[in-house]
């Protein structure tokens, strides 16, 4: 009998260390495991997390016809210089009534809102935004982001905004998202704002003459296709001599 117990306790001792040494190994096994899913975190994220830094975005204007971003209400691949740092193919919109940028999380599950005096520089759907201060160097604009449209000589920017406009059709509120663009030259460090043909012209007025006759010869178009004629004539002012 005493042989009996002797072999049983020994049994049971041997499967108790053994039990001890596997879960031990799986602990082991689990932190190892959890290491590396961390290491490949890192690794995987590191050189984008200065990306992710913004606030939680939320979507206005709940119930109004349009939608608030600039062209598309898609995220659409774009570039984006942020804390002087450039990262390409990145999903981006540009909320152009609250005039911020919008990226996704890198588990794609809710919109992040880029810190707007951080950013540099962003390029979406072929066209490229910067901002403009405001302050002494860029008297004359308010901040915010501008496309740029032209730069040479003289630099063109356009300032692509929204607004939530309100009216009533038969009795019944509605609501719709209207743009509205602005449009500044930039001539001898000094902004000013290009609502028509006249007012180009009087800020190109040391070329006016070979100007006015570009604009009738090639037909520019001020009235119905404002934005392209202003491109097509500050740029032959800035290549002429």
């Known amino acids: 009998m ?112 880029l810190i707007s005096s951080d950013i540099d520089s962003f390029s979406i759907l072929n066209k490229t935004f910067v901002p403009l201060s405001g302050d002494q160097n860029n008297y004359g604009v308010a901040p915010g982001f501008y496309e740029i449209l032209y730069n040479g000589n003289v630099s063109l920017y356009a300032k692509k905004q929204k607004a939530e406009v309100q009216s009533i059709n038969e009795g019944v509120a509605e609501s719709k998202y209207v743009e509205t663009n602005s449009y500044f030259l930039k001539k001898n460090g000094l902004f000013y704002e290009i609502e028509n043909e006249s007012s180009l012209l009087n800020v190109l007025n040391d070329k006016v003459n070979i100007v006015r006759k570009f604009a009738k010869e090639n037909r520019i178009d001020f009235k119905n296709d404002f934005e392209n004629a202003l491109v097509k004539t500050v740029a032959y002012y800035s290549g002429s001599k």
Do not use: W
């Open 2 to 113: 005493y042989k009996t117990v002797a072999i049983f306790f020994t049994c049971f001792y041997s499967l108790s260390f053994f039990s001890g040494n596997a879960q031990q190994e799986e602990d082991v096994f689990y932190e190892r495991s959890l290491d590396t899913t961390i290491a490949f975190y890192k690794t995987s994220v590191a050189e984008n997390l200065q990306l992710y830094n913004g606030s939680e975005y939320h979507i206005a204007g709940h119930n109004v016809a349009g939608f608030p971003y600039f062209e598309t209400d898609s995220f659409m691949v774009g570039s984006i210089s942020y804390y002087h740092k450039s990262y390409t193919n990145v999903l981006l919109q540009y909320d152009i009534v609250k005039d911020v940028v919008i990226i996704k999380d890198y588990k794609q599950n809710y919109f992040i809102q």
